[in-house]
């Protein structure tokens, strides 16, 4: 069984349109992340949510609008894409803070 | 804010040698240090960790040390094999403020091959 799902695992797309990657978790965790994995391998967080709240909100352009609808997924909204957008997305999960955080496979997002 | 400092950037070892990375920190307050290990095309796996209150962690060919005073921690992997081959992030955990949420900080990532 997968732990952490993403959808879809690539996306290529048009610069100023519109997509959201979806996120699954089966493992009963409260908090799950995104980050974002620049071509240099680099990992940021994004943002981190705990029981449906948002906690982490680090530096991120307001087109990128994450929602958590319940405790066990966590979509991510990119508005208007922009170039610099390309690269891989994590999605990641726990159970509390200082913990192991369990990966998805990733998103790699392709804006053209 | 948390800066964790990761070398080297890629490492060549021999098959049956030794690897080992090492990290720094900037913050004292961080007190848990996970290692990630990236296969090509795969999400980042916990291979081992280490909190603040430990100085070594070891785990078959794996082990961690920590230097709190330095703030350096290291990562050693005895006896490469092939499937070691991949990317190694150390990271630092440094807490946002709330009650349940902690700032994992990556350190850039040592890229790993393992020469037959």
């Known amino acids: 069984d997968t732990a952490v799902s993403q959808t879809p695992k690539y996306l290529v797309t048009q610069m100023g349109n519109d997509k959201s990657i979806k996120c699954e978790q089966n493992l009963g965790h409260d908090t799950m992340y995104w980050y974002k994995q620049d071509s240099k391998k680099f990992l940021k967080i994004m943002f981190s949510?705990?029981?449906?709240?948002?906690?982490i909100n680090e530096t991120v352009p307001n087109r990128f609008s994450p929602k958590s609808p319940d405790k066990a997924h966590l979509n991510l909204h990119i508005n208007s894409l922009e170039l610099g957008d390309s690269a891989v997305y994590f999605c990641?999960?726990?159970?509390?803070?200082?913990?192991?955080?369990?990966f998805g496979p990733g998103t790699r997002l392709t804006v053209l | 804010g948390e800066n964790v400092e990761q070398h080297p950037s890629t490492l060549s070892v021999q098959e049956g040698d030794s690897a080992v990375i090492k990290c720094t920190y900037s913050d004292s307050a961080s007190n848990y240090f996970p290692w990630y290990k990236q296969e090509l095309g795969k999400g980042p796996q916990l291979i081992i960790d280490i909190r603040s209150n430990v100085g070594e962690k070891k785990d078959q060919r794996i082990a961690v040390t920590l230097n709190k005073t330095a703030k350096h921690f290291s990562l050693h992997i005895t006896e490469t094999q092939p499937e070691d081959s991949a990317v190694y992030f150390c990271?630092?955990?440094?807490?946002?403020?709330?009650?349940?949420?902690?700032?994992?900080?990556f350190g850039s990532g040592t890229r790993l091959s393992i020469r037959p």
């Open positions: 990641a999960s726990s159970q509390g803070s200082a913990e192991e955080q369990f």
């Open positions: 949510y705990n029981n449906k709240e948002l906690i």
């Open positions: 990271a630092a955990s440094l807490s946002s403020g709330y009650s349940s949420a902690s700032k994992i900080i």
